[in-house]
């Protein structure tokens, strides 16, 4: 009997150690932005098998517009993980370059994955596709507050990083 029930105690020792490396990365942050997070996750998950690939990011890119990325820029986008790009992998690499990031940042961080031409604008049709249909939708009121506040320019693009400091800093820098 003794090994009986000394064999499950051992496994699930094992397993809480697995895990132990997991829920720190989930400690590091609140509920909510774990919430965002796993919104972006699925974004980013094309082919929602769990695992963001190759193929699922140069899908996303091609959903923003981003037709001609070389395979060697997706497959140093990869590797900037150990393994497989689970969600948990996900987090832990977000959680490693935030640590002490300021939140505007963080923020601006974000928005730069959808403008891999580093241009500071994205399209004003993109943004308003991503805000009404993913996470917390946004409806057509705030969608037309928001184009109030941060007008697209005549080619309709927007200044991310504008929104981005009026998101942490609550007004408008000054120019």
Known sequence: PGTYFGAPKKAKRRQQQGEGGSSNVFS??????????????????QNRDGIISKDDLRDVLATMGQLNVKNEELEAMVKEASGPINFTVFLTMF??????ADPEDVIVSAFKVLDPEATGAIKKEFLEELLTTQCDRFTAEEMTNLWAAFP?????????????????????KEE
């Open 28 to 45: 590091m942050f609140e509920q909510s932005q774990i919430q965002e997070y796993k919104e972006a996750f699925t974004i980013i998950d």
């Open 95 to 100: 959680g490693e370059k935030l640590k002490g």
């Open 152 to 172: 697209p320019d005549v080619a309709g693009n927007v200044d991310y990083k504008n929104i981005c400091y009026v998101i942490t800093h609550g007004e408008e």
